[in-house]
């Protein structure tokens, strides 16, 4: 699903059907189902990539692309909002490798590394609306 949220509220704006590989290589069993026959094997990343550019030709507004770690560690995903000058927020799981500041040379560094050599004021706090708890925080 790909989902817009603004201070307005929330909605679903698109969908794709995930099958894993072993159902598009079973092309019986996708016929069953009423499976196109065009219908091929896509990562959920390349599904989500397919999504966010959809909406962005339409003309979606968006501040931010969000995203959990399964998205963060796709370096096509994140290469197309990076050449689309797309702001983004995606979670990487402790032991990615990412380059320091946009530098294409590999000069590579782990999420903690790079949070270590960041000062204190660099740090903001945002709230992410009211949870169960109270606020829903993030740095």
Not at 91 to 97: C, E, K, T, Y
Request: aromatic share 10%; glycine share 8%; hydrophobic share 40%.
């Amino acid at each position: 699903f790909l989902a817009y949220a603004s201070r307005y509220g929330q909605a679903l704006v698109d969908r794709r059907l995930y099958l894993p590989e072993s159902w598009t290589k079973d092309r019986a069993r996708c016929a069953k189902a009423s499976i196109p026959e065009t219908v091929e094997f896509a990562t959920k990343p390349k599904m989500a990539r397919a999504m966010v550019e959809a909406a962005l030709d339409a003309g979606v507004p968006c501040a931010y692309v969000l995203g959990d770690a399964v998205y963060g560690a796709d370096s096509s995903f994140r290469r197309m909002l990076e050449a689309r000058e797309q702001p983004y927020v995606l979670a990487v799981r402790g032991a990615h490798f990412m380059r320091r500041g946009g530098d294409r040379r590999f000069e590579g560094a782990s999420p903690e590394e790079l949070a270590s050599e960041l000062a204190p004021e660099d740090w903001v706090c945002h709230a992410a609306g009211e949870g169960a708890k109270g606020p829903r925080l993030y740095d």
